[in-house]
T-cell receptor
Framework: ETGVTQTPRHLVMGMTNKKSLKCEQHLGHNAMYWYKQSAKKPLELMFVYSLEERVENNSVPSRFSPECPNSSHLFLHLHTLQPEDSALYLC???????????????FGPGTRLTVL | QKEVEQNSGPLSVPEGAIASLNCTYSDRGSQSFFWYRQYSGKSPELIMSIYSNGDKEDGRFTAQLNKASQYVSLLIRDSQPSDSATYLCAVNLWSGAGSYQLTFGKGTKLSVIP
């Protein structure tokens, strides 16, 4: 496996279900990100982890819960979602995160989530 | 409000022509600028990064940066139908919380007509 991988690629869930999205990066990077991409809207940053510590949480509802057990893996736990949460969820990684302003992010293929 | 603005298009160009994609940003302190290509139903793929004023060329792609005008563009020479995609401009904007945050425009949809 190379780059950034995500599973599952597609997920359909009911509003009462609990599911998890998984991301793995094989680039030796220290920062990982979750983004949400909805139709007609720019990518929205949800969470950032740097060296396994959460450094950004952009006012995301508590029904989304991230977990970063190590620098290569990132999870997004989902529970009691709403239909408006249906979107493409993208994971990304970068070598570093911080004050240089030059971090280049590489994206995984995404998980297409549909909430019924 | 710190923003990245792009014309949503669609931008249609004939095969072999030059496609010109434009982006403006609000934060004068921005340090790095990226162009991503996103095919329908796929994830963004990095095409170019640029950090200094002027032009940066990579094959058929040229990124142009003018920090004084807060403007970055992407030129695609000899456009091919396979270039048809949405092009996302991304800028590292200072978040005000001690770090930069990559902020994306809504993207410009490019259609190259055979």
């Amino acid at each position: 496996e190379t780059g950034v991988t995500q599973t599952p690629r597609h997920l359909v869930m009911g509003m009462t279900n609990k599911k998890s999205l998984k991301c793995e990066q094989h680039l030796g990077h220290n920062a990982m990100y979750w983004y949400k991409q909805s139709a007609k809207k720019p990518l929205e940053l949800m969470f950032v982890y740097s060296l396994e510590e959460r450094v950004e949480n952009n006012s995301v509802p508590s029904r989304f819960s991230p977990e970063c057990p190590n620098s290569s893996h990132l999870f997004l736990h989902l529970h009691t979602l709403q239909p408006e949460d249906s979107a493409l969820y993208l994971c990304a990684s970068s070598q570093t995160y911080g004050t240089s302003g030059r971090d280049t992010q590489y994206f995984g293929p995404g998980t297409r989530l549909t909430v019924l | 409000q710190k923003e990245v603005e792009q014309n949503s298009g669609p931008l249609s160009v004939p095969e072999g022509a030059i496609a010109s994609l434009n982006c403006t940003y609000s934060d004068r302190g921005s340090q790095s600028f990226f162009w991503y290509r996103q095919y329908s139903g796929k994830s963004p793929e990095l095409i170019m990064s640029i950090y200094s004023n002027g032009d940066k060329e990579d094959g058929r792609f040229t990124a142009q940066l003018n920090k004084a005008s807060q403007y970055v563009s992407l030129l695609i020479r000899d456009s091919q139908p396979s270039d048809s995609a949405t092009y996302l401009c991304a800028v590292n904007l200072w978040s005000g919380a001690g770090s930069y945050q990559l902020t994306f425009g809504k993207g410009t949809k490019l259609s190259v007509i055979p």
